[in-house]
């Protein structure tokens, strides 16, 4: 499916989604982001979406700009978020200081290793968290980020990708 048949196939009373989707996967309306990373959040996202319609079409569209690890370091990145994002807003939520003194005991070796670039793993990461609305993880990749010299308008694009992937995945999923 082609960009513009899935914004044809966004309803009207979601009509800014329908733009901003138009926008947001550009380097002109994701400023700060190359080409590769603003396909990468998009599919980290629209997988924790949990649309599998939609992150199929995603995944179709990228694979015009990604390679097969690029492919591999966003699902990574939607996996791995999947479980950290409830965890770690359990330990945020919970607030019990002696949880947070306890080990996690889950394994997250692909943080180490995602096969694709160690930042760009940190923003799709950030992304995906934004997606699970995980606070503690947000902090802690955005801070990863600017320590590394990311910029805000890199960081405010990836969350804008992932913004809109989310209500679009939505919106198509109760059409």
Same mark, same amino acid.
């Given at each position: 499916?082609?960009?513009? !048949? ?14 901003? %989707? ?21 599919? @980290?996202?629209?997988?924790?979406? $949990? ?20 492919? @591999?370091?966003? *699902? ?16 945020? %939520? +919970? ?11 889950? *394994? ?15 923003l ?21 980020? $600017? /320590?590394h010299?990311?910029? $805000?308008?890199?960081?405010?694009? /990836?969350?804008?990708?992932?913004? +809109?992937?989310? !209500? +679009? !995945?939505?919106? %198509?999923?109760? !059409?």
């Amino acid at each position: 499916m082609s960009l513009d !048949a899935i914004r044809d196939s966004i309803p009207d009373h979601a009509k800014d989604l329908r733009l901003n %989707l138009g926008s947001v996967l550009t380097p002109q309306g994701a400023p700060g982001l190359g080409e590769k990373q603003i396909w990468s959040v998009a599919l @980290a996202t629209a997988i924790a979406a $949990r649309n599998p319609a939609f992150a199929r079409d995603i995944e179709a569209l990228a694979r015009a700009h990604l390679d097969d690890a690029d492919i @591999a370091g966003a *699902r990574a990145a939607a996996a791995l978020m999947g479980m950290n994002n409830v965890y770690y807003r359990f330990l945020h %939520l +919970v607030e019990d200081a002696e949880y947070q003194s306890m080990p996690a005991r889950l *394994r997250m070796n692909v943080i180490g290793n995602p096969g694709i670039d160690k930042l760009d793993f940190e923003l799709l990461s950030l992304a995906v968290s934004a997606v699970n609305g995980c606070g503690m993880c947000i902090v802690s990749h955005e801070r990863k980020l $600017r /320590a590394h010299g990311i910029t $805000r308008e890199a960081i405010q694009s /990836a969350v804008r990708i992932a913004a +809109v992937i989310h !209500a +679009v !995945a939505g919106v %198509l999923e109760a !059409a």
